[in-house]
């Protein structure tokens, strides 16, 4: 599938280009405690360089209550670590296309970098406001996308921004869907592996690759609707009613036939002073909760793995964020990134995922890790991304 890429525009040298980026990065205390997505979209913004343009960026950070300035959603400390990233000054304005940011791009001269304040402070742009859109547009001569994470939304700043100035993919959008699209038309056989939790959200992927894919291996509170809707028993674990719900009608129907489970899990329960333990699925005790998948799963998965062509993944395989309970996740990682290397094509996205794998320190073997979490999901799923309209 073809796109518009800002790297075949001709005459682009001295242009103001409106880059839509996606710096939406964890922050704690205003610190940056993970880069991926900033480091991820300097090849866009050294190709602007490259030919001088003035680059006004335009992100968002959160999800703070439309027309409400919310200082722990500020992309200033943002703004002020990109600056440390690239040759060129970043100058942070505390506007989004009033006044102070509209002087500020007429004063620009080519390799200036301007970076706005976060967008969807602005009451338009949750709304897709054509209005709204307008007048960000007047800030510039060209508008690039290169916000895959957030091209399933109808916003503004993705979606009726095209409306109003040539539009163009960035390099990283470019290659979100030149990656994703192998997995879309895979080299079979093809491996799903979905972790995390909230069904609903993975069901129109779970729908879409039923018949592509040899196997769908799941992990997470998903597999724990799974568990519950086959009647297995699963404690005080995390469950999803709606879920489960689901799951049934799944299974019931014939369309989880090629889903595989779980054979053993890793569990802890407060009477035990939270000690940790690896059972068979079915032997869950009343009060256990489920924390990750057990080793005999993990070499149960290793060997689907192995045997493929293609490897798509999305969602941790259980509560990784504590030490205890990541060593699923990690050995998935781990596994993936050995997949790889023996010539498998292996994708990753989603947040939680992608930190995975930076902590187990396989990301340069895994042959793409997606900068979108449910974005990349619809795009697989094929639903509408209203950022990707005109320019694919």
Request: hydrophobic fraction near 45%; charge should be positive.
């Amino acid at each position: 599938m073809k796109i518009k890429s800002i790297k075949n525009l001709k005459n682009i040298t001295g242009k103001r280009v409106l880059l839509r980026s996606d710096f939406n990065v964890p922050m704690e205390n205003g610190r940056i405690q993970e880069d991926f997505k900033i480091m991820r979209n300097l090849l866009t913004i050294n190709h602007l360089l490259a030919h001088k343009c003035r680059i006004i960026i335009v992100s968002h950070l959160g999800n703070p209550k439309a027309g409400e300035f919310l200082e722990k959603y500020s992309l200033k400390p943002v703004a002020k670590y990109l600056d440390k990233k690239i040759k060129e000054k970043v100058k942070f304005i505390d506007d989004t296309h009033g006044l102070a940011a509209g002087t500020a791009v007429m004063r620009m001269k080519n390799s200036e970098i301007l970076f706005l304040e976060n967008i969807r402070f602005e009451k338009g742009e949750k709304k897709n406001s054509a209005v709204f859109a307008k007048r960000l547009a007047c800030l510039a001569d060209v508008y690039v996308n290169d916000a895959f994470g957030v091209s399933h939304r109808n916003d503004a700043s993705v979606s009726a921004i095209k409306k109003y100035l040539p539009s163009y993919a960035g390099l990283l959008l470019e290659n979100e869907v030149a990656n994703l699209e192998r997995i879309k038309k895979p080299e079979k056989p093809l491996i799903v592996i979905i972790g995390g939790a909230k069904l609903a959200t993975k069901m129109p992927l779970l729908k879409k690759f039923q018949k592509k894919t040899q196997k769908i291996l799941l992990g997470g509170a998903l597999s724990n609707d799974f568990l519950a809707a086959h009647a297995y028993p699963v404690g005080r674990s995390l469950i999803d009613k709606e879920g489960v719900a689901l799951a049934r009608k799944m299974i019931k129907s014939g369309q989880a036939d090629n889903i595989i489970l779980p054979i053993d899990v890793v569990v802890s329960n407060k009477q035990n002073h939270w000690s940790v333990r690896s059972v068979a699925a079915a032997n869950v005790k009343e009060k256990d909760y489920i924390l990750d998948i057990g080793p005999k799963t993990i070499d149960f998965y290793k060997k689907y793995i192995n045997g493929a062509a293609t490897v798509v993944w999305n969602g941790p395989m259980g509560l990784f964020e504590e030490p205890k309970f990541r060593h699923g996740t990690f050995a998935l990682a781990r596994a993936l990134a050995v997949a790889a290397d023996k010539k498998i094509f292996c994708a990753a996205g989603g947040g939680e995922t992608v930190e995975a794998i930076k902590m187990a320190k396989v990301e340069s073997h895994i042959n793409w890790t997606s900068t979108g979490g449910g974005a990349m999901l619809s795009f697989l799923a094929e639903e509408r991304m209203p950022g990707l309209e005109g320019l694919m």
